[in-house]
């Protein structure tokens, strides 16, 4: 995805992520590429040049945190603290550090969307990368229990199978999710509250089900 020129104006009608992004240039004096994402319609890439972002604070949680509630809008991000949730820390042989966060919506899991912020040997911020869905707005409590969801996944998989005997199909434990159709495919569709499926033989058969 190419990268995208940043707005040098903010005005009455500029859009949250549009006003984040005049910020992160005034900031950086344009030394900051964007990429978008097709699907979402908001960044997707973020890149700094060393020494673009200057922070009076050392830590990299400072840092990071300082980016996120400045720039978080471009992502779509409006509650870091809510719709962010660290799932891993990775430090590079050479000193960078990775850290990977998932999205939230009102405390579930967005299915495909993970944000991954990336410091240099020196603690820089230097990449902000990923996919956050913006605009969510669904009733987060399930009408299909997990149990159920279970016996459907189970009962898909045997007649997309054709078998009669669907004993030996073992289910996993059903993840509530919030699905966004199309992104995996880059276009833009409806959200869902689904529960996520996984249905196995412990061989050859492995689905996962929404």
């Known amino acids: 995805m190419a990268a995208t020129p940043i707005p040098a104006f903010a005005d009455e009608d500029t859009s949250p992520v549009e006003e984040a992004l005049h910020r992160l240039r005034a900031?950086?004096?344009?030394?900051?590429?964007?990429?978008?994402?097709?699907?979402?319609?908001?960044?997707?890439?973020?890149?700094?040049?060393?020494?673009?972002l200057v922070s009076t604070d050392l830590t990299t949680k400072s840092r990071r945190t300082e980016f996120f509630q400045q720039y978080g809008p471009a992502?779509?991000?409006?509650?870091?603290?809510?719709?962010l949730d660290r799932i891993s820390s990775r430090r590079a042989r050479l000193g960078e550090t990775h850290e990977w966060y998932r999205q939230l919506y009102r405390g579930i899991p967005v299915f495909?969307?993970?944000i991954r912020v990336h410091f240099d040997s020196k603690g820089e911020l230097r990449t902000v990368n990923g996919v956050f869905v913006p605009g969510i707005d669904i009733d987060p409590h399930p009408l299909l229990s997990p149990e159920r969801a279970r016996g459907l996944a189970i009962a898909t998989v045997s007649k997309q199978l054709e078998i009669g005997d669907s004993s030996f199909l073992v289910a996993?434990?059903?993840?509530l999710l919030v699905y966004r159709s199309g992104?995996?495919?880059?276009?833009?569709?409806?959200d869902y509250l689904v529960w996520e499926v996984e249905v196995g033989d412990g061989a050859g058969t492995r689905e996962f089900l929404y």
Request: aromatic share 4%; charged share 25%.
């Open 112 to 114: 495909g969307a993970e």
């Open 27 to 52: 900031a950086t004096g344009g030394r900051a590429q964007v990429s978008f994402h097709h699907a979402t319609g908001v960044a997707h890439i973020v890149r700094l040049e060393p020494g673009a």
């Open 75 to 83: 992502f779509g991000i409006t509650d870091p603290e809510r719709e």
């Open 172 to 175: 996993s434990d059903a993840e």
């Open 183 to 190: 992104l995996l495919r880059g276009e833009s569709g409806p």
